[in-house]
């Protein structure tokens, strides 16, 4: 993809989407997709090939405890009763500036199991971190990790 006139994606050029939680805007989010792989050695103690194992698809998210509100406010109108048995269908995270074309990354049945919050004295905001995993799988611009 072509950088236009020396932009390069920044904060700004990413959208976030969270499925059913229109109006929340997390600050950061962060996943990887990795999968165990190992060398399976032969004859010799020489490599012969490989073998793979498991995938483990990991997600983290900050935003403001005003979103994090929100979120629970909507899982509670849908009769959710615990934050920690819910599952995201898709959160999106796209990217792309003015003039680009946007690529978009889909991470898929998103399910959180850590939540920390602090707030002290000074604070200017008050921020939420969460945890978890997506044991649906993680797509970069629609290909499979």
């Not at 971190?129 to 499979?144: T, Y």
Request: aromatic content about 10%.
């Amino acid at each position: 993809m072509a950088i236009i006139n020396g932009r390069c994606y920044d904060w700004n050029s990413v959208t976030l989407g969270i499925s059913g939680c229109e109006n929340v805007e997390p600050t950061e989010i962060s996943y990887d997709a990795e999968r165990d792989e190992e060398v399976i050695y032969g004859k010799g103690g020489d490599p012969r090939g490989y073998g793979t194992g498991n995938r483990k698809n990991s997600v983290k998210m900050s935003m403001l405890r005003e979103d994090f509100d929100e979120i629970c406010n909507v899982m509670q109108k849908k009769g959710v009763k615990s934050f920690f048995n819910h599952i995201f269908e898709k959160i999106t995270v796209s990217y792309g500036n003015d003039g680009q074309k946007v690529v978009t990354d889909t991470l898929t049945n998103v399910k959180f199991s850590k939540f920390s919050g602090k707030a002290s004295q000074g604070d200017k905001s008050i921020k939420v971190d969460l945890e978890g995993f997506a044991f649906g799988g993680v797509n970069i611009n629609g290909m499979k990790m």
